[in-house]
């Protein structure tokens, strides 16, 4: 399974060291850009903290869940039922109308209608006690205990998959995106300023951070290589194809220039790099076993 959110925390980290090396030139050049960073540096703050948070939750085995829901849901039909069959033969039609239902009315639901089901059904038999004298106190009592135990663990993790809490697979509150939003603003002003610059180490500052910025596989997957497709004018070259060679492996770069290959066998590699008006770069390296390789063309 993909961890998308958890390869956007790494490639934050990368923006972050990215500016340990480039942050002074870039806020002595750029005015507006500290307000971003500034924002940036918070927001992913805030994100570490709620992957922390997630880590740290309580897990739930998922059969202790699933026995909770099972058991609200044969409680609210058993005394539902009940209920119906009285106010049926009391000719009450509208309550018993409100009281028929399948037996999966309530188990066979995703959890929150299955919560929401039950309590409704709960509360038209309290209201209704002096018609359904079959529904005591008592059982009332017990709906609303079950219906209890079932939203008290309903929302944990479960144990199988509190790994990818840890990981951060589950959606944090909005803090990735509004990162991902400084980061990208952050990027654009880069660019602007210094894209076309003369000076070769201020283009090279656009080229690092896009690579900083990329998202990539990480873990046991992230062997391969990763790079940066430019013209011989530092421009971004756009839908170059980088293949492997005697590999099936090969992508096309973005619209900024960067690409990645994963899943790849360590070893030597020759890599052929074309862009689509025909001219090609062919290059060749090590890849080594957990690395992403940097491999970046300039096309003459």
């Known amino acids: 399974m993909e961890n998308t959110q958890n390869d956007k925390m790494i490639s934050f980290d990368r923006v972050k060291d990215y500016h340990t090396k480039y942050g002074v030139k870039i806020n002595t050049t750029i005015e507006e850009y500290k307000s971003f960073e500034d924002r940036f540096m918070a927001n992913l703050a805030k994100a570490k903290a709620a992957t922390l948070a997630q880590a740290t939750t309580p897990a739930e085995n998922a059969t202790t869940i699933k026995d909770a829901k099972k058991l609200m849901a044969q409680t609210i039909y058993k005394f539902a039922s009940r209920g119906y069959e009285l106010a049926k033969e009391g000719k009450e039609t509208t309550l018993a109308t409100s009281l028929h239902?399948?037996?999966?009315?309530?188990?066979?639901?995703?959890?929150?209608?299955?919560?929401?089901?039950?309590?409704?059904?709960?509360?038209?038999?309290?209201?209704?006690?002096?018609?359904?004298?079959?529904?005591?106190?008592?059982?009332?009592?017990?709906?609303?205990?079950?219906?209890?135990?079932?939203?008290?663990?309903?929302?944990?993790?479960?144990?199988?998959?509190?790994?990818?809490?840890?990981?951060?697979?589950?959606?944090?509150?909005g803090y990735i995106f509004e990162t991902t939003q400084a980061m990208n603003s952050m990027y654009n002003l880069v660019v602007s300023y210094?894209?076309?610059?003369?000076?070769?180490?201020?283009?090279?500052?656009?080229?690092?951070?896009?690579?900083?910025?990329?998202v990539?596989?990480?873990?046991?997957?992230?062997?391969?290589?990763?790079?940066?497709?430019?013209?011989?004018?530092?421009?971004?070259?756009?839908?170059?194809?980088?293949?492997?060679?005697d590999t099936e492996k090969d992508t096309v770069s973005d619209y900024e220039?960067?690409?990645?290959?994963?899943?790849?066998?360590?070893?030597?590699?020759?890599?052929?790099c074309k862009t689509p008006g025909g001219d090609e770069v062919i290059k060749t390296l090590y890849i080594h076993q957990g690395v992403m390789e940097e491999l970046n063309f300039i096309i003459p």
Do not use: W
């Open 257 to 272: 220039g960067n690409y990645s290959i994963a899943h790849i066998v360590p070893g030597y590699y020759t890599v052929t």
């Open 216 to 245: 990539i596989p990480t873990g046991t997957h992230a062997t391969g290589i990763i790079g940066h497709v430019s013209l011989f004018n530092g421009h971004p070259c756009i839908s170059a194809s980088i293949h492997i060679q």
């Open 194 to 214: 210094f894209e076309d610059a003369v000076v070769l180490d201020d283009r090279k500052l656009v080229n690092a951070f896009a690579l900083a910025k990329q």
């Open 101 to 173: 239902h399948p037996k999966g009315y309530v188990g066979n639901v995703s959890k929150n209608t299955a919560v929401d089901r039950a309590t409704a059904l709960t509360l038209i038999m309290e209201k209704n006690s002096i018609i359904l004298t079959n529904i005591v106190a008592e059982n009332i009592i017990t709906m609303r205990a079950t219906i209890a135990a079932f939203v008290k663990v309903k929302d944990l993790p479960v144990e199988k998959i509190q790994e990818k809490k840890v990981d951060g697979t589950d959606v944090l509150p």
